[in-house]
């Protein structure tokens, strides 16, 4: 177009000259030659283009800090603005235990919003951040997502009871530390029976599993929140050993001519070692001639006894009665006893 314009001024100028114009045809044309000229080599001014540092980008937290793997995933989230942007980079941190973070990584921000980046553990304490890099310079750094790795299999200490020990009962409550949150599953090898729990945070456990007779082998494993897993083996012996009760009463003869009177029925349980048993159910039948059977329950308290008391109507009828007492135990089984009541003419 510009060329267009100065061809049609040269051509005005020549017809001009012939009407005798020269000096004004030179001034004009010159002005507007050079005018043409600095219009076609006259270079723009640039316009300044702002740059602003990015919002610090997130990082997932692991939902099991604990691994015994060497490698781990970052999972980060940038601003949707830099999706696929290649002036930005993500920059990775990493911190040991007791060190300052460094600089461990740095990759090109991908096409989504969300970059998994596999990072290298180092035995113990591992915290990450992420930081966004661009021409403005560096954001903030995410939040820390810690990983701890731990490749050694946890301990586990049974102090109840001992290897070898003899257990009257049932059942045993094997008691012990291991790591804490460390899963325990319990198997007795001998019968086949299971058992499992969780340590607490401290590491303690308690856990019962069910004897046979004779010896029992224990197989004991913890795994802890890492994966990786202890085990141990120990024996307990089932004794011989038997849970015993003992049936007493406030009389045993009674005139009918004494009636009615009030019958007080002791009952008096021992574990297998022959320590007083608290907590054991009894239930207590009394059978009188002429009126009905009679039951009641109980609990034995701390001394290992439990009371019943009844009263036997003027209506009884002469002969010989019985009282009788049942003990069930959770652990120990169940034992009986029973003694004769007699009521005379």
């Known amino acids: 177009m510009a060329l267009a314009v100065g061809v049609i001024v040269v051509g005005t100028a020549v017809l001009y000259v012939g009407l005798g114009g020269l000096s004004t045809v030179a001034r004009t044309l010159g002005s ?41 995933d970052l999972v980060v989230t940038v601003p949707r603005a830099l999706v696929g942007d290649p002036a930005y980079k993500l920059r990775i941190y990493q911190a ?94 001998t019968s086949g029976a299971t058992a499992s729990g969780t340590a607490a945070t401290d590491g303690t456990f308690d856990l019962k599993i069910a004897l046979v007779s004779g010896a029992n082998k ?52 021992t574990d297998p070692d022959g320590n007083v048993l608290a907590g054991a159910k009894v239930t207590f039948t009394v059978s009188i001639p002429g009126i009905p059977t009679v039951t009641g329950s109980g609990t034995t308290s701390a001394n290992g006894r439990a009371v019943y008391t009844m009263t036997i109507p003027r209506g009884a009828d002469p002969g010989q009665g019985s009282v009788a007492i049942l003990v069930k135990t959770t652990d120990l089984g169940s034992t009986s006893d029973q003694s004769p009541v007699t009521i005379t003419r």
Do not use: C, W
């Open 96 to 189: 040991l235990q007791d060190q300052s973070s460094a600089p461990v990584r740095e990759i090109a921000i991908g096409p989504t919003a969300r970059t998994v980046i596999p990072v290298e553990l180092t035995k113990g304490i591992n915290d990450f951040t992420v930081t966004i890099v661009g021409p403005a310079g560096e954001s903030d750094h995410s939040p820390v997502a810690r990983f701890v790795l731990d490749q050694s299999p946890p301990g586990i200490k049974v102090t109840s009871p001992k290897d070898g020990a003899t257990v009257n009962g049932t059942a045993v409550d094997l008691m012990g530390r291991s790591q804490s949150r460390a899963t325990l599953i319990v198997r007795n090898q």
């Open 218 to 269: 224990i197989h004991i494993t913890a795994t802890d929140p890492a994966g990786n897993v202890g085990a141990i083996d120990l024996t307990v012996k089932r004794g011989a050993g038997k849970l015993t009760a003992s049936v007493s009463l406030s009389f045993y003869r009674i005139s009918r001519k004494s009636l009615p009177a009030t019958l007080r029925v002791l009952a008096d349980v």
């Open 32 to 72: 507007t030659l050079g005018g043409f000229v600095q219009d076609v080599t006259a270079t723009p001014s640039p316009q300044p283009t702002a740059f602003v540092i990015s919002d610090a980008p997130s990082v997932d937290p692991p939902a099991e800090p604990y691994t015994n793997q060497d490698k781990a």
